[in-house]
């Protein structure tokens, strides 16, 4: 029997009344172009809470207190088959710094959209974790042979 590992991921939502915040994709070799909402994977020995604090700041720039962040959502996604990523989808509305684009090479834009109106170039799963949230649902599973794909 061969162990399948799944790599463990964070996105953030930052919200700002009914806007949140997302971030234009550039020389990641993947989704480039498209919008996705900030986050990443844990480094070593770290927490999934520490690591969506850890990406907010790296990426654009807030500080955001633990007490201010909430889990909304997870999801278990396989893209490409034989690949898995477990996402933990977090939410703040309350944080420390003005929002900017920290990751340059890594990013060509910041910017706040409606939530029920994010663009079509979103990236799935982020336009996934926006979807779960909006509609208080707290887990979903994408890419699996017996469930539905992304949407």
């Known amino acids: 029997m061969t162990i399948f590992r ?14 949140v915040l997302l971030a234009r994709r550039r020389n990641t070799e993947f989704g480039d172009g ?6 990443g994977r844990l480094d070593a020995g770290e927490d999934v809470l520490t ?6 700041e790296e990426e ?24 898995a990523l477990i996402v933990f989808i977090f939410q ?18 910041l910017r706040w959209f409606d939530v029920d109106d ?9 336009r996934a974790g926006l979807d779960m949230f909006r509609n208080n649902e707290h887990f979903g599973l994408y890419g699996w042979p017996e469930h539905a794909a992304l949407r």
Do not use: F, Y
């Not at 690591?51 to 907010?56: F, K, L």
């Not at 994010?118 to 982020?126: Q, V």
């Open 6 to 19: 799944s790599v463990i991921g964070v996105q953030l939502l930052l919200t700002k009344g009914d806007r």
């Open 60 to 83: 654009i720039g807030v500080q955001v207190a633990r007490e201010h962040v909430r889990m909304v959502a997870s999801m278990h996604i396989q893209s490409p088959p034989g690949q």
């Open 118 to 126: 994010i663009p079509d170039d979103t990236i799935l799963s982020t």
């Open 51 to 56: 690591a969506v604090i850890r990406e907010a």
């Open 92 to 109: 703040a509305d309350t944080w420390s710094g003005e929002p900017w684009n920290r990751e340059p090479e890594r990013c060509s834009e």
């Open 34 to 39: 498209e919008w996705n909402a900030p986050g």
